[in-house]
């Protein structure tokens, strides 16, 4: 609520003033405190804890997500670099704890007689896996705003504890998803040198990931490898170079396989950007690996599969990079006027999109897409 008034010019109808605007970073230091304490003392509560854990989840995610006049890296409430490691510290620390309450409850479920035991240590390892996301987004949403400031804290306090979780079928699947995001958001906004380090461990994470002979058929795992895998063609796309023929051939299985239902619509989206990034977009690293015909197959599964819906960081980077393939006429060929139907199409979807409120691209995109869609009418 406190974001509001740092984001707005009105809260219930009235003028925000000067000594409002700064109530968020006057409160976010103690409110994010004062939640981590309170979950240290409820340790005997696993309801609490959840209901705690989620609280600082909204609370710093809210804090990551208000962008003051919309501007990239004005938020409106930031921990310093020294509050923010203390939080990590704090997290990490109740994430251990976390994970080992699920060591001991698989422990406990293997040695179980009975269908009834086993169903009381499922529900056990369920409470304690909603407590462990949003623990983990918190950590997540403090790396983000911290960018490259945040690097030293990655190197010291999480690369030790969570990197050892990355792989490993032995290893507790949740676990693995966890470090798998948070390996993600490092490479994504730490900064290069920080992606050039820590990309090759992510990528052990993201293959096993994405093996299903490894990953236990768990879709959130699969998905932040994906998403990994991704990240890593942007910022550090030697790092993958090895394995090029094997991940293209697994995101274009998937995105031809399509989602199979709900749960699996983030995964399916993600492997579209994660393709279209390593070999269809204007600077993707990769699309030398492919014959001319597999090049026109994933161009075409990239335009079929276009707008992106579901994370609106993926869509926004997307929108822009189509923008700049119609401008070079590469899903607008002359003649083809299948293509350029379908091209104006996605455009006017993501148009239609933010029209009513879902920020598919940023304005300028948009305008883009206006004026192209303007000239290919008059041609």
């Keep these: 609520a ?51 854990a989620d609280a600082l989840s909204e609370v710093t995610g809210s804090a990551y997500l208000g962008l003051i006049d919309d501007v990239p890296g004005k938020y409106v409430a930031k921990l310093s670099e020294r ?51 949003p623990l983990v987004d918190s950590i997540g949403y403090t790396l983000k705003s911290g960018g490259e400031s945040f690097s030293s804290t990655f190197d010291t306090i999480i690369a030790p504890s969570f990197g050892k979780m990355l792989i490993g079928a032995g290893v507790d699947v949740r676990a693995r998803f966890a470090s798998v995001c948070l390996f993600d ?16 461990m992510l990528l ?13 058929g768990d879709t ?13 063609t942007r910022f550090a796309p030697h790092v993958l170079a090895a394995h090029v023929k094997g991940v293209l051939g ?26 279209a990034s390593m070999v269809v977009f204007k600077k993707a690293p990769f699309a030398k690996a492919l014959s001319d015909a597999e090049l026109a197959n994933a161009k075409e599964l990239v335009l079929k ?16 990079n189509l923008a700049d393939m119609v401008e070079i006429g590469e899903f607008c060929v002359v003649g083809d006027e299948e293509r350029v139907l379908r091209t104006m199409k ?21 305008a883009r897409f206006a004026e192209l869609m303007h000239k290919l009418q008059s041609n």
């Design 250 to 275: 697994y995101l274009v299985n998937l995105v031809q396989a399509g989602a199979k239902d709900e749960d699996e619509i983030f995964l399916f989206e993600n492997a579209v950007s994660a393709l």
């Design 305 to 320: 599969n276009f707008p992106l819906r579901e994370d609106e960081t993926e869509a926004h980077l997307c929108h822009e």
């Design 185 to 200: 958001d490092c490479v994504e906004h730490c900064g290069k040198d920080s992606a050039n380090k820590h990309a090759p």
């Design 83 to 133: 509050e923010g490691r203390q939080l990590v510290v704090n997290l990490t620390t109740l994430v251990g704890e976390c994970l080992e309450r699920r060591r001991k409850l698989f422990e406990g479920m293997g040695l179980a007689e009975d269908e009834d035991e086993v169903a009381e240590y499922e529900e056990a390892l369920a409470a304690e896996s909603e407590l462990l996301t």
């Design 346 to 366: 996605t455009m006017s979807g993501v148009l239609l999109a933010v029209e009513e409120g879902t920020s598919l691209a940023a304005p300028s995109t948009c």
């Design 2 to 52: 406190a974001c509001a008034y740092g984001l707005k010019k009105e809260v219930g109808g009235k003028p925000v003033t000067a000594q409002q605007k700064i109530l968020p970073q006057q409160l976010f230091g103690t409110i994010c405190n004062t939640i981590v304490k309170q979950l240290s003392e409820e340790r005997s509560d696993p309801e609490t804890m959840v209901s705690l």
């Design 220 to 232: 959130d795992l699969k998905q932040a490898s994906v998403y990994g895998i991704a990240q890593i």
């Design 204 to 216: 052990q994470g993201a293959l096993e990931g994405i093996d299903d002979s490894k990953n236990h």
